[in-house]
């Protein structure tokens, strides 16, 4: 996965752009105001996914009004044969006994050629319908779509940012954050949510990490530099 590294004065992405208002870099700006702008940026996303039920239509808004991709389409790349157990936390959250059977994907969602997210999906294949089911084990189709028919609602069990462009007590320095580039790792933010279906019955834990190709758009890509 790529690390993409943002000069100094490369990022034109500011609050007024995410209201719909591109403006052209300002060769004045300083490194606060560009690791500002990144974090504007990442807390919208942020406030997206946590106020919509499914996490795959939110990404497919996301890729389309950022045109990462013709058509905006979010797929999911299953990776098969992959196991993990689900942590004993998140059974107790779905309410099955330690003897339930439990099923796993765990797939990348992409846009185009841009991967979003992986998530960790553990279910209850006997709270579905079996073509539902049949859907999931034979497919790579995104889990919320394939669910989509039970109305379900996301509850969200926490909401972790795993990199932010501001250290901590930056409101606090008069000076200038850092002067040198702005480097952003392959995964900035964690999402873990319970899916419920509309009769309140919970069917799915997911854990999903979010990556930098989130942000794989604009003009400004031109000053990104892959690193490792």
Not at 79 to 85: E, F
């Amino acid at each position: 996965m790529r690390v993409f590294t943002l000069s100094r004065f490369g990022v034109w992405i500011s609050v007024a752009t995410l209201a719909g208002c591109a403006l052209a870099p300002n060769a004045a700006s300083d490194d606060r105001l560009v690791r500002t702008q990144a974090l504007a940026l990442l807390q919208t996303m942020n406030a997206d996914l946590l106020s919509h039920d499914s996490a795959t239509l939110t990404l497919e808004r996301w890729c389309a009004d950022h045109d990462l991709a013709r058509p905006a389409r979010v797929v999911a790349r299953r990776v098969r044969d992959a196991v993990k157990p689900i942590p004993d936390d998140l059974r107790a959250q779905l309410a099955v006994g330690a003897t339930e059977p439990i099923a796993y994907r765990h797939v990348q969602l992409m846009c185009g050629e841009h991967v979003l997210s992986e998530a960790d999906n553990w279910y209850v294949p006997s709270r579905l319908a079996a073509a539902m089911n049949r859907h999931l084990d034979t497919t790579d189709e995104p889990f919320g779509k394939v669910v989509k028919p039970l109305g379900f609602q996301r509850r969200t069990l926490s909401a972790e940012l795993l990199w932010s462009p501001l250290p901590s007590g930056w409101e606090m320095s008069v000076s200038t954050v850092d002067h040198g580039p702005l480097s952003i790792p392959p995964a900035v933010l964690r999402h873990e949510a319970i899916l419920y279906t509309s009769a309140q019955v919970p069917f799915s834990a997911v854990v999903e990490t979010y990556t930098n190709q989130l942000f794989d758009f604009g003009s400004w890509v031109n000053n990104l530099a892959a690193g490792q």
